[in-house]
Every structure is written in structure tokens, then in C-alpha cells.
């Protein structure tokens, strides 16, 4: 990845800082995302890119552009949770697949499939039915 970069000598201690270059997605990521990072491509462009003092900007710039080296593939939701770092998160896994319940999430769904009668006899479906046709 493209990157910038420098070291803050003001302080006491040296403050190093660093950012990550995007631009605008690839066609094959622009459906998930209008932004990816500037990636570069091989030996030659990482050193020209390093080699900061003897390539010129301009040309440095022209290395900067989309790519079609990055794939994908689907993971589970909980990636989107930065309270968890789990390593199997990255894993592939196979999208339509049923998940699994836990044992809590079987009771409450039996729970909420019982329908209780009311004092009158009739259940919570009934008063839905009869609220809908006054």
C-alpha cells in the first residue's frame, strides 16, 4: 500500500505518524466501497515509491490510481465489532448457509410462539384481527 509518512523531531521523543493513501475503488470493489487503498504493484513500484528523494513527484503520483489486485470474500458480521478480535473472523464463510441458534435464542423464539388467551378467551391474534376490521 501507498503510504506517507514522518517523524516529528519537536518533542522530547520523536513522534512518528503515518497515513494510508486511497482512491477512488476499482470497478470489481466499487459496489462494496467508494474508496480503497492506493496499492503498489510489484517490486519496482515499491521501490520507486520508497526512493522518495530520487523519484520525482509527478511521477510518483502516476502510481497512485486503481487496482485490480485485491480480492475478497464474504466474513461474519461480527468483524464489524471492534470490542471483538477473534482470528477466525477472516475467515471465508458460505453466505444463504442457516446459522446455528443458541440455546437462549431457541427459548425466547419458543417463548414468543406461545399465544396466551386474555381474559375474554380470545389470544393476541384474535384482538389484531378484530382491531383491523373496526
Avoid at 477512488?24 to 521501490?47: C, F, N, V
Avoid at 461474519?76 to 458460505?94: C, D, F, K, M, S
Wanted: proline residues 6%; contains cysteine.
Amino acid at each position: 500500500m501507498a503510504g506517507l509518512f514522518d517523524i516529528c523531531s519537536h518533542t522530547s521523543e520523536p513522534v512518528y505518524s503515518y497515513s494510508i493513501i486511497t482512491v477512488d475503488a476499482d470497478k470489481s470493489l466499487s459496489w462494496m466501497h467508494d474508496r480503497m487503498p492506493a496499492i503498489l504493484d510489484g517490486e519496482d513500484e515499491i521501490q520507486k515509491w520508497l526512493n522518495y528523494e530520487e523519484f520525482p513527484l509527478n511521477n510518483a503520483l502516476t502510481l497512485i490510481k486503481p487496482k485490480s489486485c485485491l480480492a475478497w470474500h464474504p466474513v461474519a458480521t461480527e468483524v464489524g465489532n471492534t470490542r471483538i478480535q477473534l482470528p477466525h473472523l477472516i475467515e471465508r464463510i458460505e453466505l444463504g448457509k442457516p446459522k446455528s441458534c443458541a440455546a437462549s435464542s431457541n427459548l425466547m423464539m419458543s417463548w414468543l410462539g406461545k399465544r396466551k388467551p386474555n381474559d375474554t378467551g380470545a389470544t393476541d391474534d384474535d384482538l389484531v384481527k378484530k382491531e383491523k376490521k373496526l
